[in-house]
């Protein structure tokens, strides 16, 4: 199957069950040209190897998930985070994809200071933005929803996201456009407006909001089709705001988890096909 799959890009995630190799001979198999990619995966099976494999397949790979986790105060825990950060971007450069998706982090033990979390997460981008540009790599923040902010990503929106990232060149610093996070804040297409009309839309993300929601929320991902959120009115915002790269579905999901893994690309790419592009 092809026909409509064109943007479609399968972020690893979704079917992490499935080794490297795996993922790659069932995107062959299926007609995938494109993957997200993530660094422990990545890791695990070696950097080099991982970039000889999807380039020899014709595989483009599409972001690189996850840099960030920048918010923390004492200096050698910060230090450490820009060291990973950096090493992240390398990754991206070695693996040839030009977007490294930034979940920001949450706030450090016993704080309640939300704006100097997002100070610090400035100034590492200070640090960060200008070594990424070097190696062809742009940094992606991406806003995670409120239910996150204390833990995990003190950026809840795409306004806070945008705020930080014009601070700084767009070929350095953009944004991660992703419907599982932001569908429910009605000043999202005007914040998607904002940032096409900078050139800050590095990638597009999607997954569906279904209830109710796991223990623990973070697997809370549902299948495209499945939920609450009309994907063709936000891939309808993101090309009016000149978007015309991948669509990546990334999905956290028990249920698909423990899915054959193949079985679960061809639904998804089914779905996309369905509820995106069809």
């Not at 918010?71 to 450490?80: D, K, L, V, W, Y």
């Not at 995990?152 to 419907?179: I, K, M, N, Y």
Request: net charge negative; glycine share 12%.
């Amino acid at each position: 199957m092809s026909g409509g799959l064109e943007r479609f890009s399968i972020n690893q995630m979704t079917v992490k069950q499935l080794t490297l190799p795996e993922l790659v001979a069932a995107c062959g198999e299926l007609g995938v040209t494109q993957v997200g990619l993530w660094r422990e995966p990545v890791q695990e099976y070696g950097l080099e190897a991982a970039a000889k494999l999807v380039r020899d397949a014709g595989l483009t790979v599409t972001t690189l998930c996850r840099g960030g986790f920048l918010t923390a105060i004492e200096p050698g825990e910060r230090s450490r985070a820009l060291a990973d950060n950096r090493r992240a971007v390398d990754e991206a450069a070695t693996l040839g994809t030009d977007t490294l998706v930034l979940v920001s982090g949450g706030l450090p033990a016993g704080s309640k200071d939300l704006h100097g979390a997002r100070e610090r997460i400035a100034d590492a981008l200070a640090e960060l933005g200008p070594y990424a540009a070097e190696c062809g790599v742009r940094l992606a923040i991406e806003p995670l929803h409120p239910m996150y902010a204390a833990d995990r990503c003190v950026v809840s929106t795409l306004a806070q996201a945008l705020d930080l990232a014009e601070r700084f060149p767009a070929q350095q610093v953009g944004v991660t456009v992703d419907t599982y996070h932001i569908w429910w804040d009605d000043q999202a297409p005007a914040q998607i407006a904002r940032a096409g009309a900078s050139g800050r839309i590095h990638t597009f993300q999607l997954a569906d909001w279904t209830t109710p929601l796991p223990e623990g929320v973070l697997t809370g991902r549902g299948q495209l089709g499945d939920g609450a959120i009309d994907m063709r009115e936000w891939l309808g915002y993101v090309e009016a705001a000149g978007y015309t790269g991948a669509v990546e579905v990334e999905l956290f999901n028990d249920g698909l988890w423990a899915r054959d893994g193949r079985e679960v690309l061809r639904e998804t790419a089914e779905r996309f096909v369905a509820h995106v592009t069809g």
